[in-house]
């Protein structure tokens, strides 16, 4: 089946303690990119990356980074999570870029302590 | 004046109706735009893409006015299944890489 997949789903983390969100999809996907969905902000792209070892900022990426080092994964990290970075976090692929269908993963929901 | 403004809702039908959202958008260079539907708690997914033409997709009909940067979907006959929030999402430039997601406009569909 395609898909995305996130793990974890769900997250409860402290202050400070380093964490990794993973994503990956097995549609042979070229863009990849995550969002964080706030209730009154919308989705709000973080990173995005067009293809392996290409990656860049979106809106809203002070607090974040990622990597690309194959084409199906695409993990977020938070080096020292604040809370601030409670949120609903979405992963999304498309074939090219974003002119195309975005597939989202099923959401990974957040909360720093 | 922000980038992709919806309005917020919610909208309250009973079934059968029909119902309208539009949605603005700031920037004239602006290239694509889609409506995706949104599930209390569940990932977006792509309702339909908007073409300059119009198009419809059996009870959806969604249209672009560029001269005064708007697009509208039209949802007839509505369904309870319908109820969701319907996200209006913009590329601001040929070639750019991010999208603009509108805050979204939630869809709650009575018997």
């Known amino acids: 089946e395609a898909q995305v997949t996130q793990n974890p789903r769900y997250l409860i983390t402290v202050t400070g303690k380093k964490l990794t969100v993973t994503c990956s999809q097995n549609?042979?996907?070229?863009?990849m990119s995550w969002y964080r969905q706030d209730p009154g902000l919308g989705l709000r792209q973080i990173y995005y990356s067009m293809n392996v070892e290409v990656t860049d900022k979106g809106d809203v990426p002070e607090g974040y980074k990622v990597s690309r080092k194959e084409k199906r994964n695409f993990p977020l990290i938070l080096e020292s999570p604040s809370p601030n970075q409670t949120s609903l976090y979405f992963c999304?692929?498309?074939?090219?870029?974003?002119?195309?269908?975005?597939?989202f993963g099923p959401g990974t929901r957040l909360l720093v302590l | 004046r922000k980038e992709v403004e919806q309005d917020p809702g919610p909208f309250n039908v009973p079934e059968g109706a029909t119902v309208a959202f539009n949605c603005t958008y700031s920037?004239?260079?602006?290239?694509?735009f889609f409506w995706y539907r949104q599930d209390c708690r569940k990932e977006p997914k792509l309702l339909m893409s908007v073409y300059s033409s119009g198009n419809e997709d059996g009870r959806f009909t969604a249209q672009l006015n560029r001269a005064s940067q708007y697009i509208s979907l039209l949802i007839r006959d509505s369904k309870l299944s319908d109820s969701a929030t319907y996200l209006c999402v913009v590329c601001p430039y040929s070639g750019y890489s991010t999208l603009t997601f509108g805050k979204g406009t939630m869809l709650l569909v009575s018997p």
């Open positions: 549609m042979n996907h070229e863009y």
């Open positions: 920037n004239s260079a602006s290239q694509s």
């Open positions: 999304a692929s498309s074939l090219k870029g974003v002119g195309e269908t975005q597939y």
